[in-house]
């Protein structure tokens, strides 16, 4: 599955990431939120 999120120029240039770090901590913060959530397994969330 894909998923676009839209970040404003300003915003994404002042938090100083590359878009494939952005995109990395992103994954991490969902895979995270869902476990904690009870939403996915540990290892669902290790994928």
Do not use: C, R, V, W
């Not at 240039?13 to 869902?34: D, R």
Request: proline content about 2%; hydrophobic content about 40%; charged content about 20%.
């Amino acid at each position: 599955m894909n998923l676009a999120i839209s970040i404003p120029d300003n915003i994404f240039f002042g938090i100083n990431q590359t878009k494939e770090s952005l995109t990395n901590i992103i994954k991490e913060k969902l895979a995270l939120e869902l476990y904690k959530t009870h939403q996915i397994s540990l290892s669902q969330g290790a994928k």
